[in-house]
């Protein structure tokens, strides 16, 4: 089993790029796929998109899918969220959740999450 930590998280600019990094542990970290979620003050966590294990498909939720991407590095157990144009309301925790289901990973019920990191965007 993968354990997974965020990191990248900070304080931007409306309009200003930033990508995140989700750190695997263990071996098997090519035989998961991954996604990513946000979490805002006082809503629902938000799933943003995801990646089959060997990066050859993705999958994002529309209202990122054209300032969003992500990727994936197995050679260095790490998978990546690029985002550009950010606007105030993309202002969360950030999180990546992996399964060897991508199905499962999409439906929120991953058993493995990494704790987050803070993205804040001023204007």
């Known amino acids: 089993q993968v354990q997974l930590v965020e990191s990248g998280g900070g304080l931007v600019q409306a309009g200003d790029s930033l990508r995140l990094s989700c750190a695997a542990s263990?071996?098997?970290?090519?035989?998961?796929?991954l996604g990513w979620f946000r979490q805002a003050p006082g809503k629902e966590r938000e799933y943003l998109g995801s990646?089959?294990?060997?990066?050859?498909?993705?999958y994002y939720q529309d209202s990122v899918k054209e300032r969003f991407t992500i990727s994936r590095d197995n050679a260095k157990n790490t998978a990546y969220l690029q985002m550009n144009r950010l606007k105030l309301e993309d202002t969360a925790v950030y999180y990546c959740?992996?399964?060897?289901?991508?199905?499962?990973?999409?439906?929120?019920?991953?058993?493995?999450w990494g704790k987050g990191t803070q993205v804040t965007v001023s204007s």
């Open positions: 959740a992996a399964d060897p289901n991508i199905a499962v990973v999409e439906a929120g019920q991953s058993g493995i």
């Open positions: 990646i089959s294990w060997n990066g050859g498909g993705t």
């Open positions: 263990g071996r098997s970290f090519s035989s998961y796929a």
